[in-house]
């Protein structure tokens, strides 16, 4: 059994004026236990609203089904939802837009903690995303922080729910190449130590190549390629996916070619 299933996904906004658009147009898609699943995609291609579906941020369309840990999550509601969704979090691109600005860090994290919420737990929490010494983060305030430092604090909010999954929505966009592998090191870590699967949404082919088991292309809302992350990259065939990996060079030249000497 997936550790994440999501069954024929839809979802259509309806907008004053003009016609219905569908964001997301029959979607399905499984992760398994302690595996990363890269969803890529141009910006515009329904990747972040299948995210929020996902979490029930947003509701799909009447029809669809996911399912966590074996639960039917799209059935649940109040504290039934908010107590299944406890194991499958959210870390999104911004990680500034999602703090309570008069919350400390330790306020942020003990409110998120599930059980434990001693300071020994908080600052062993911070000592995993390598925000160290703990002591010297607990009283400060986001926007005391670093973008490299906030998005290090999103991660560990969501580790506080001791997660299955973790949502990653292009978690590494904006960060410099410094920041960027110091956090996908990170991300790699913690899913060695605790087995934690990732849906990682990302633009970036690069990224996914470099961190995920399985990818999924999504174009105009429907997926139109997955499979093995090498095995895709190195002979797509949808003409879609081509075109992502000819508009992108890595340093041995074009990706396909470099992940096919991988």
Request: charged letters at 20%; one cysteine or more.
């Amino acid at each position: 059994m997936p550790l994440l299933e999501l069954r024929h996904l839809s979802k259509t906004f309806v907008r004053r004026g003009a016609a219905p658009f569908r964001a997301v147009n029959d979607v399905s898609l499984t992760v398994e236990r302690g595996e990363c699943v890269a969803l890529v995609g141009e910006s515009g291609s329904g990747k972040s609203t299948l995210a929020r579906l996902a979490l029930r941020l947003t509701d799909a369309d009447a029809g669809g089904e996911i399912l966590l840990d074996g639960a039917y999550l799209h059935t649940l509601s109040g504290n039934a939802l908010r107590r299944a969704r406890m194991k499958m979090q959210p870390v999104f691109q911004d990680a500034s837009t999602t703090f309570n600005p008069r919350r400390t860090v330790r306020a942020i994290l003990r409110q998120a903690a599930v059980g434990d919420a001693s300071e020994e737990h908080i600052r062993a929490l911070l000592e995993r995303v390598e925000l160290r010494p703990a002591a010297t983060f607990l009283p400060r305030y986001p926007s005391e922080l670093s973008g490299g430092q906030r998005q290090r604090l999103s991660i560990a909010r969501a580790l506080a729910t001791e997660p299955t999954i973790i949502i990653a929505d292009e978690p590494l966009s904006g960060a410099d190449v410094s920041i960027r592998a110091q956090i996908l090191d990170l991300l790699a870590d913690l899913q060695a130590q605790s087995g934690v699967s990732y849906l990682l949404i990302t633009h970036d082919i690069l990224l996914a190549r470099a961190f995920s088991h399985r990818i999924a292309v999504m174009h105009q809302g429907s997926i139109v390629e997955h499979g093995d992350t090498q095995a895709v990259l190195r002979a797509p065939t949808h003409a879609y996916t081509r075109r992502l990996l000819d508009a992108v060079q890595s340093v041995d030249g074009p990706i396909g070619e470099a992940a096919g000497a991988a």
